[in-house]
C-alpha cells in the first residue's frame, strides 16, 4: 500500500476472500500481485540514483525567482505598508524594512510531456526491459519534480496493433487509487498497470498511435495554454504498415485540427546507429536519436528533454 500497488478497498477484499473464498486461486493471485511488486522494487532501486542525478541537474538549470510575500497583517509604524519598500537594495542593506517578508522560490516552466512506446514483437527481450526501467526512470523522476514545484504533466501511452493508455494527464502515478481504464480491465493502479502490460507482442500501428496521442495532446494544451508540449517516442522501427509518408506528413502540420499541432517531438531508436532510418523516416532525422543500451536511452532522452525545457525559457525570455 506504501508504494501504490494497493489500497485499503483492495486490501479489505483480499482479506474477505482469506476467508471464504479459493485459497489456491488468491495465493496465485496474491504470488502474482506480490512478483510485479518485487519487480518494480528491484527497479526503482536501480533507476534512483539516475533520478536523484537529473533531479538535482534540473533543479539547479531551471531558473528560480524569488517572489516576496508581506504578511498584510502586520503594519509599519507609519502605517500601511509600502509593498515597494522590500524591492530597494538601499532598504535592504540598511535593513530599514522591519516587516516580516516571506521568501518564496517560483520555478517555471509549465511543461506536459506525452511518452509513447512501441511494445511490438521486436521489442522482446532487453529492449523491452530497458524500456520499462525507461518508463519507472521517467515515472520516478517527474512525479518528484510534480510534487516539489508543481508545473509538469505527463502521460504513457503503449502500442503495438493497439494502443493502451498506462497514465492519463490527470492520474497519480504514486497514488494508492485504482482506475478503470478504457478497455474495460480491472481497476489497476498505475504501476501495477505499467508493470502489469509490458510485453512485447504485435506488430506496429504506429499512425494510429500517433495520432491518438496528438489528440490527447491537443485537448490538453486548449485546456492549459501556458503549458509547453511534447511528444517523447520510444522504438526499434518503421511502422509496419507502410505509413511512414503519412507520420511524417501528419507531424509536419502544425494545426491541432488538421495534424499533430504546434507540440515539440522527438524519438529515439533502440538499436544501431546504421538502422536509424528506420524510424526517422517518420520522425525526420533531426528529430531522431539514437539509443544501445538503458544507460543511453536515458542520457538520450534527458538531453532532449533539457533542449526542449530550454527552447521553451527562451522563447519565454524573449
Known amino acids: 500500500t506504501d508504494d501504490g500497488f494497493m489500497d485499503e478497498d483492495r ?28 519487480q518494480y522494487e528491484a527497479i526503482k532501486e536501480d533507476v534512483t540514483p ?7 541537474y534540473f533543479v539547479e538549470k531551471l531558473p528560480k525567482k524569488d517572489d516576496v510575500v508581506i504578511d498584510e497583517d502586520t503594519l ?28 518564496r522560490p ?4 509549465l511543461f506536459m510531456a506525452s511518452i509513447l512506446l512501441d511494445i511490438s514483437g521486436s521489442m522482446a527481450g532487453q529492449k523491452i526491459q530497458d524500456a520499462m526501467k525507461l518508463l519507472v526512470f521517467y515515472c520516478e523522476l ?18 503495438s496493433d493497439f494502443i493502451r493508455s498506462i497514465k492519463g494527464f490527470d492520474q497519480d502515478y504514486e ?59 520510444v522504438g526499434d522501427g518503421e511502422d509496419g504498415y507502410g505509413n511512414a509518408a503519412n507520420i511524417r506528413r501528419f507531424l509536419s502540420i502544425n494545426d491541432r485540427e488538421r495534424g499533430f499541432g504546434d507540440h515539440m517531438k522527438s524519438a529515439i531508436f533502440l538499436g544501431p546507429e546504421s538502422a536509424k532510418h528506420q524510424l526517422s523516416q517518420s ?22 528533454f533539457d533542449d526542449d525545457i530550454t527552447f521553451y525559457l527562451d522563447g519565454k525570455v524573449r
Do not use: C
Request: hydrophobic share 35%.
Open 283 to 304: 520522425f525526420g532525422k533531426e528529430n531522431t536519436v539514437v539509443a544501445q543500451d538503458f544507460d543511453e536511452l536515458v542520457e538520450k532522452s534527458m538531453m532532449k
Open 106 to 109: 517560483d520555478v517555471k516552466p
Open 175 to 233: 497514488s494508492t487509487q485504482r482506475y478503470l481504464f478504457d478497455e474495460g480491465m480491472s481497476q489497476q493502479t498505475i504501476k501495477v498497470r505499467l508493470m502489469n502490460a509490458l510485453s512485447a507482442g504485435g506488430g506496429t500501428n504506429m499512425e494510429n498511435a500517433i495520432r491518438r496521442v496528438a489528440k490527447q495532446l491537443n485537448e490538453q494544451t486548449f485546456e492549459y495554454p501556458d503549458y509547453a508540449s511534447a511528444l517523447y517516442f
Open 11 to 38: 486490501r479489505k477484499e483480499l482479506e474477505d476472500e482469506l476467508k471464504n473464498g479459493d485459497l489456491d486461486r488468491l495465493k496465485e493471485q496474491i504470488d502474482r500481485e506480490a512478483y510485479l511488486h518485487d
Open 142 to 159: 517527474f512525479s518528484r519534480i510534480e510534487q516539489e514545484y508543481g508545473y509538469i504533466r505527463f502521460s504513457i501511452d503503449i502500442f
Open 76 to 103: 509599519h509604524r507609519s502605517g500601511k505598508f509600502n509593498r515597494r519598500a522590500p524591492m530597494r537594495v538601499s532598504n535592504l542593506i540598511f535593513a530599514r524594512v522591519k516587516n516580516p517578508r516571506i521568501i
Open 50 to 56: 539516475l533520478v536523484d542525478h537529473w533531479f538535482s
